[in-house]
């Protein structure tokens, strides 16, 4: 089964206008006629997948630690909102569970990004695969991760799904070649880059073997940079703000 990635992918919902990872990030994406957004996912000491970033809850909660210390219902009283903005005080840390009925609701499709607690990977794509196959959603999602044990473990356990590889650098020719043999080993469908390492000669070697590619950044990717990406053969791109992207979501 063939899947149609839109031009632009909101990040973490849309983390520069509402707090990342929360609903309110996935609703104002949702309301600015995002078709698919990105999340975070790991679990709690509960084994329930969760949206969250970082390594520890301390940048987007009120929490401290490792959220793999922490039980859920522990963490739903954390504020994930007013660190970026008093008026989003209040706001919780959803769960995966929460999210899919959402966006099956909306019928906005959802990239999930695996970032599991060091050490509780498997535990972590577990319990996501636990989660989707005993829920009732009709949303289109992909998995993708940096962590190559994730990308493989859930596709083994998801045949069905499309997974794709995200990379932190490409330092050579070689490098390039063992990711491609890597997606065509695991039939990963697509490849995730930062943008500080795209060339042309990147995205067609990829596009040559049938390799979709995204580009993410640590900083918003404005319209103008956008369009040379896409101009290149870049499929997708994740996006923190959608100024200047109005005419792409028409």
């Not at 990872?21 to 999340?39: F, G, P, Q, R």
């Not at 954390?78 to 970026?84: I, Q, S, T, V």
């Not at 042309?200 to 990717?221: F, G, M, P």
Request: with cysteine; hydrophobic share 40%.
């Amino acid at each position: 089964m063939s899947l149609s990635l839109p031009k632009i992918i909101g990040h973490r919902g849309i983390k520069g206008l509402a707090p990342e990872n929360t609903v309110n990030s996935i609703i104002k994406a949702i309301d600015l006629k995002i078709k698919w957004i990105e999340i975070d996912v790991k679990i709690s000491k509960d084994k329930i997948p969760i949206l969250l970033h970082d390594d520890l809850l301390d940048r987007t909660t009120s929490g401290t630690g490792k959220p793999i210390d922490w039980l859920y219902k522990e963490i739903l009283k954390l504020d994930a909102g007013n660190w970026f903005a008093k008026k989003y005080s209040g706001s919780q840390v959803p769960t995966l569970k929460e999210v899919l009925l959402l966006c099956s609701k909306k019928n906005i499709g959802v990239n999930i990004e695996l970032k599991p607690n060091k050490g509780f990977e498997k535990e972590n794509v577990e319990s996501v695969v636990n989660l989707i196959n005993n829920l009732n959603f009709n949303c289109p999602i992909y998995f993708s991760s940096f962590d190559i044990f994730s990308c493989i473990k859930i596709k083994k356990l998801l045949p069905n799904f499309h997974v794709g590889i995200l990379i932190d650098k490409f330092d050579s020719i070689t490098f390039l070649n063992k990711t491609i043999k890597e997606c065509k080993k695991n039939n990963f469908f697509s490849c995730g880059i930062s943008n500080v390492y795209i060339t042309k000669k990147i995205i067609e070697t990829l596009k040559k073997n049938q390799i979709i590619t995204n580009v993410y950044s640590a900083k918003n990717i404005n319209i103008n940079e956008a369009n040379k990406l896409w101009s290149i053969g870049i499929n997708s791109i994740f996006v923190d703000n959608i100024v200047g992207y109005e005419d792409q979501l028409i």
